[in-house]
């Protein structure tokens, strides 16, 4: 028999390809455009103190001014590059910073494996820090921009589930950001994803977890000893 015909939407790959494939287009480009603020806001969430961003390869790092001790980081293959290379567990100390952002580095691979990233980013986060997370909307006619190539955009109710997993709290109501359909970036914001391309969900670490969780592992900085 002859072999069966693929589907035309693909099956989501490893991080890194399928993301940096698209937001390096014109329509990827246009999201990433309507989202520069919103990670500078980000960023500039808690002066002096440091953050942690995580990006789509095609992003310019360099592009948002910030006064924040923010260690800037891009997605490659299976970790990430930037300011320095690595993968996981990420090279930080456990309560090493007040913000972590995550743009779009999720919205490739299954649900279940974006988990230990968000464990990683709940150990690097201090208590009451906040994670910025901007993923792709289902339910957006943009949608129809980027399928095919590899994403799988989900619902923010899908996310809040995975960020009390991890022990954080998300905020009840996402904010819409990006195009509806037209390849141009769009300023401003609103409240739910609504049909925007993407959408921002806010998580705080608490002090006190809501409900009990297993015991996360600390990593700290330690000296090498002289020879």
Sequence with gaps: MPPSRRSRQSDPGPVGAPIEDWFSSAAGQA??????????????????????WLAPPAVDLLDVETGALALRLR???????????????????SEACAVVVIQHVLDA?????????????????????????????????????????????????????????????????????????AVAAAAGEQEGAGLRAGYLLRAEKRVRAMTPLRRQRALRWQVEPSA
């Design 109 to 181: 691979g299954s649900p279940d494996a974006a988990l230990p990233l968000l464990e990683e980013c709940a150990r690097v986060l201090v208590p009451g820090g906040w994670l910025w997370l901007f993923a792709l909307n289902p339910l957006s006619p943009y949608r129809w921009r980027w399928r095919g190539r590899g994403l799988a955009a989900r619902e923010p109710i899908s996310w809040r589930r995975r960020l009390r997993m991890v022990g954080l709290t998300p905020d009840p109501v996402s904010v819409g950001l990006g195009p509806v359909w």
């Design 31 to 52: 999201l990433l455009a309507s989202e520069t603020a919103g990670v500078g806001d980000a960023l500039r969430q808690r002066p002096g103190q440091a953050a942690l």
């Design 75 to 93: 997605c490659h293959g299976a970790g990430f590059d930037g300011a320095l290379r690595c993968g996981l567990p990420l090279p930080l100390a």
